[in-house]
């Protein structure tokens, strides 16, 4: 079993920042693709970022350029750098983990979800 802790969110003021953080916990062997989603109100759940376990990246065009995924492999952890925030990226925000576990198996997990407000 894994566990998905995340933490950052809040609120702030459009133009403003906040940096996400994600750790996972558990009997993990690797971790593979990991990413941010968001979902609004009313609103599909959308991919944000992810990013492979050899650093590649991938972002929605709505937060490229704005957004910035990164992790640490040898700590199971991700973060969000969250720049130039705007009321529409007002949401809450998943992290997810594609996991390899020691007896082979290989599951996705979802963490419980972090609140951004952003105020115009």
């Known amino acids: 079993q894994v566990q998905l802790v995340e933490s950052g969110g809040g609120l702030v003021q459009a133009g403003g920042s906040l940096r996400l953080s994600c750790a996972a916990s558990g009997d993990i062997r690797t971790i593979n693709d990991m990413g941010w989603y968001r979902q609004a109100p009313g609103k599909q759940r959308e991919l944000v970022a992810a990013i492979t376990s050899g650093g590649s990246t991938n972002y929605a065009d709505s937060v490229r350029s704005r957004f910035t995924i990164s992790r640490d492999n040898d700590k199971s952890a991700l973060w969000l750098q969250m720049n130039s925030l705007k009321p529409e990226d007002t949401a809450v925000y998943y992290c997810?983990?594609?996991?390899?576990?020691?007896?082979?198996?290989?599951?996705?997990?979802w963490g419980q979800g972090t609140q951004v407000t952003v105020s115009s």
């Open positions: 997810n983990c594609d996991v390899n576990f020691w007896s082979g198996l290989r599951r996705v997990y």
